[in-house]
């Protein structure tokens, strides 16, 4: 059973769940702020998606290298760097009240939970063997972060501003520093054996060839592709959501924060369910199906017209988020080799970053042509569209492994 695959220390699961929560939760809790404080400056549609895209461009150019330095130095050492970063970043933002200085903060941000998040999804391989069961765990922790960390930020923005706002998420982002500083040493076969230098930091054009061979593997490049649907929904949620949420419904930080922690709280319930409905549903089409719906939930919005409709919406969303996020974390880790669990999430996050530095740029050019609510429409008909395509070639393959047990 798969429950029953790994026996982990309670202490171990604790620090890697926690280091992920606070790490991954950054970036729902950043979701909701910075799209706050960017409107205040009047910047057009277009710079203001270039300020959310900014948040994938080092992500996207450095997940792979990330992902290679936690197969070779440990995967601790690099998420304690980058653990610091997160929780210094936050108090720029309101010091530096600048369009130009969100979008170098931003790039900085992005990159510093991505890597915090990555090197969880990666423990997940390293040390629980890619179980279901405690990637559903972790997927759970993400969603609590997520119930507790963007209510938190709506209301201290509320109630005491900007400067409060980003004081608080800078506190919330030094627990994950407290929660890497409990992981265990050695997360690796390979790390123990490599002192941190400035030749072994440097990116390697082989670490980036070799990722991108592992796309041959049919179940990693199913992964790569759904990741990349899943996440532009992600990425209109943390970006035009709120400032549709904002200027068109008139909704507090609070009352957002709210709309977050409801598909927190449903997406935690899906997570613990993935063991049972793998009973009766392939992996892989279990994951087309929720991640299909995680798209839809997010653009309908603009026809949602109250906030019952709109509280709907999101535990639905929240419910296929909460399923489909351990499902790719487990199909990944088991088609991948044991010594390059960190390059295979590192590529993951490159199709995720790609999507994540693309959507908001084009959604941004949209808005500024069709107007904000036909920018969900066309974003919901492209994405759909690709996924159709996917589920197409998904049928035709013989070669992608059942991982329900």
């Given at each position: 059973?798969?429950?029953?695959?790994?026996?982990?220390?309670?202490?171990?699961?604790?620090?890697?769940?926690?280091?992920?929560?606070?790490?991954?939760?950054?970036?729902?809790?950043?979701?909701?702020?910075?799209?706050?404080?960017?409107?205040?400056?009047?910047?057009?549609?277009?710079?203001?998606?270039?300020?959310?895209?900014?948040?994938?461009?080092?992500?996207?150019?450095?997940?792979?290298?990330?992902?290679?330095?936690?197969?070779?130095?440990?995967?601790?050492?690099?998420?304690?760097?980058?653990?610091?970063?997160?929780?210094?970043?936050?108090?720029?933002?309101?010091?530096?009240?600048?369009?130009?200085?969100?979008?170098?903060?931003?790039?900085?941000?992005?990159?510093?939970?991505?890597?915090?998040?990555?090197?969880?999804?990666?423990?997940?391989?390293?040390?629980?063997?890619?179980?279901?069961?405690?990637?559903?765990?972790?997927?759970?922790?993400?969603?609590?972060?997520?119930?507790?960390?963007?209510?938190?930020?709506?209301?201290?923005?509320?109630?005491?501003?900007?400067?409060?706002?980003?004081?608080?998420?800078?506190?919330?982002?030094?627990?994950?520093?407290?929660?890497?500083?409990?992981?265990?040493?050695?997360?690796?076969?390979?790390?123990?054996?490599?002192?941190?230098?400035?030749?072994?930091?440097?990116?390697?054009?082989?670490?980036?060839?070799?990722?991108?061979?592992?796309?041959?593997?049919?179940?990693?490049?199913?992964?790569?592709?759904?990741?990349?649907?899943?996440?532009?929904?992600?990425?209109?949620?943390?970006?035009?959501?709120?400032?549709?949420?904002?200027?068109?419904?008139?909704?507090?930080?609070?009352?957002?924060?709210?709309?977050?922690?409801?598909?927190?709280?449903?997406?935690?319930?899906?997570?613990?369910?993935?063991?049972?409905?793998?009973?009766?549903?392939?992996?892989?089409?279990?994951?087309?199906?929720?991640?299909?719906?995680?798209?839809?939930?997010?653009?309908?919005?603009?026809?949602?017209?109250?906030?019952?409709?709109?509280?709907?919406?999101?535990?639905?969303?929240?419910?296929?988020?909460?399923?489909?996020?351990?499902?790719?974390?487990?199909?990944?880790a088991k088609a991948s080799g044991s010594k390059v669990q960190g390059t295979s999430v590192g590529l993951r996050n490159t199709a995720n970053r790609l999507t994540g530095f693309v959507i908001p740029l084009?959604?941004?050019?949209?808005?500024?042509?069709?107007?904000?609510?036909?920018?969900?429409?066309?974003?919901?008909?492209?994405?759909?569209?690709?996924?159709?395509?996917?589920?197409?070639?998904?049928?035709?393959?013989?070669?992608?492994?059942?991982?329900?047990?």
């Amino acid at each position: 059973m798969e429950g029953a695959e790994v026996k982990i220390p309670l202490r171990t699961q604790l620090a890697v769940y926690g280091s992920g929560m606070f790490a991954n939760s950054m970036s729902n809790i950043s979701g909701l702020i910075v799209p706050l404080w960017v409107s205040s400056f009047g910047a057009s549609a277009t710079l203001v998606g270039l300020v959310f895209g900014a948040r994938h461009i080092l992500p996207l150019l450095l997940s792979i290298h990330g992902g290679a330095l936690m197969d070779r130095l440990g995967t601790r050492r690099v998420m304690l760097i980058f653990a610091v970063v997160n929780a210094a970043v936050p108090l720029l933002f309101p010091a530096l009240p600048y369009i130009w200085a969100a979008i170098f903060l931003q790039t900085l941000a992005g990159l510093a939970t991505s890597m915090g998040w990555m090197g969880a999804q990666t423990l997940i391989g390293q040390i629980m063997k890619g179980s279901a069961v405690h990637a559903g765990r972790l997927s759970l922790a993400l969603r609590l972060g997520h119930l507790v960390g963007p209510p938190m930020i709506g209301f201290t923005w509320d109630t005491g501003g900007a400067w409060a706002a980003f004081i608080v998420m800078s506190v919330w982002g030094s627990f994950g520093f407290l929660s890497a500083m409990a992981l265990p040493g050695n997360s690796n076969a390979t790390s123990q054996h490599n002192k941190i230098t400035v030749s072994t930091l440097m990116p390697r054009l082989s670490d980036y060839l070799a990722a991108f061979r592992m796309l041959a593997i049919s179940a990693v490049l199913f992964v790569a592709v759904i990741t990349m649907m899943r996440n532009a929904g992600n990425v209109v949620q943390t970006g035009f959501y709120v400032v549709y949420l904002d200027e068109v419904f008139g909704l507090s930080g609070t009352l957002i924060g709210v709309l977050t922690s409801a598909a927190a709280i449903v997406g935690g319930i899906g997570s613990l369910s993935v063991g049972r409905l793998l009973r009766f549903c392939s992996a892989h089409w279990l994951l087309m199906a929720t991640v299909t719906g995680s798209v839809i939930f997010i653009c309908i919005t603009p026809l949602l017209g109250t906030f019952v409709f709109l509280l709907i919406a999101s535990a639905l969303r929240g419910a296929s988020l909460g399923i489909s996020q351990p499902l790719m974390i487990s199909i990944l880790a088991k088609a991948s080799g044991s010594k390059v669990q960190g390059t295979s999430v590192g590529l993951r996050n490159t199709a995720n970053r790609l999507t994540g530095f693309v959507i908001p740029l084009l959604m941004g050019v949209l808005i500024d042509f069709v107007g904000l609510a036909n920018g969900f429409y066309a974003i919901g008909i492209i994405v759909i569209g690709l996924l159709i395509l996917t589920g197409i070639w998904l049928a035709q393959r013989q070669d992608i492994g059942d991982t329900s047990g």
